[in-house]
């Protein structure tokens, strides 16, 4: 066990729905990323928190938005959910206290969301 | 572009041989790159971090090398076991970035 962890499990949700998912760091660690993996893909970047404020972000349409809270737990929000966003949904902390993840990351279990 | 290259066929070995597994970069300049090892349905698994400036780095059965020359890092299981059997990935934290960018990782099948 990792120290990271996310909720729901599992979520269906339908098309053009919104959906909040869940991160709950580990202790200390300040700065969170969320990634998202597609079947046989490799984790795709989507962005990254420090201290609350976003330092990172990759290819995601605005529709994915975050929050980091002053405990470092997090949220993943997706407005207008499209089938393609079908995936698994992974949380990672780090302590390297930077906001760079130029350390070990803690991984949650991930969230898989089917979007129908 | 850029992209993180790892072979995408599953590699079969037999228990007791050592795994060997790529990962090729294009168009970055990693300060960091580790190896993690991902079950299906879970989480990523941390296994291993080398620096720019590390050649080598090693723990227990496993072995990371990293050539930025090549641009270029294998990844090492010796007397490998059925246990081993997962999902490899490797990813690089780019000079100037803060976050880890993942290759799409290489299924690794140890037979008994």
């Known amino acids: 066990e990792t120290g990271v962890t996310q909720s729901p499990t599992h979520l269906i949700k339908t098309r053009g729905q919104q959906v909040t998912l869940r991160c709950s760091s580990q202790?200390?660690?300040?700065?969170v990323s969320w990634y998202q993996q597609a079947l046989g893909q490799g984790p795709q970047f989507i962005f990254q928190?420090?201290?609350?404020?976003?330092?990172g972000r990759g290819n995601f349409p605005p529709r994915f938005s975050g929050l980091q809270f002053p405990n470092y737990s997090s949220e993943l929000n997706v407005n207008a959910l499209e089938l393609d966003d079908s995936a698994l949904y992974l949380c990672?902390?780090?302590?390297?206290?930077?906001?760079?993840?130029?350390?070990?990351?803690?991984f949650g279990q991930g969230t898989r969301l089917t979007v129908v | 572009s850029q992209k993180i290259e790892q072979n995408s066929e599953a590699l079969n070995i037999q228990e007791g041989k050592t795994a060997t597994l790529t990962c090729n970069y294009t168009?970055?300049?990693?300060?960091?790159l580790q190896w993690y090892r991902q079950d299906p349905g879970r989480g990523p698994v941390f296994l291993l971090l080398?620096?720019?400036?590390?050649k080598e780095k090693r723990k227990e059965r496993l072995k990371v090398t990293f050539d930025t020359t090549l641009k270029q890092s294998l990844f090492h299981i010796t007397a490998s076991q059925p246990a081993d059997s997962a999902t490899y990935l490797c990813?690089?934290?780019?000079?100037?970035?803060?976050?880890?960018?993942f290759g799409s990782g290489t299924r690794l099948q140890v037979q008994p």
């Open positions: 928190y420090y201290r609350e404020e976003e330092n």
């Open positions: 990672a902390s780090s302590s390297d206290g930077t906001g760079r993840m130029n350390t070990e990351a803690f």
């Open positions: 080398i620096r720019e400036n590390e």
């Open positions: 990813a690089l934290l780019d000079t100037g970035r803060r976050a880890l960018t």
């Open positions: 168009n970055y300049s990693p300060a960091y």
């Open positions: 202790s200390g660690h300040n700065t």
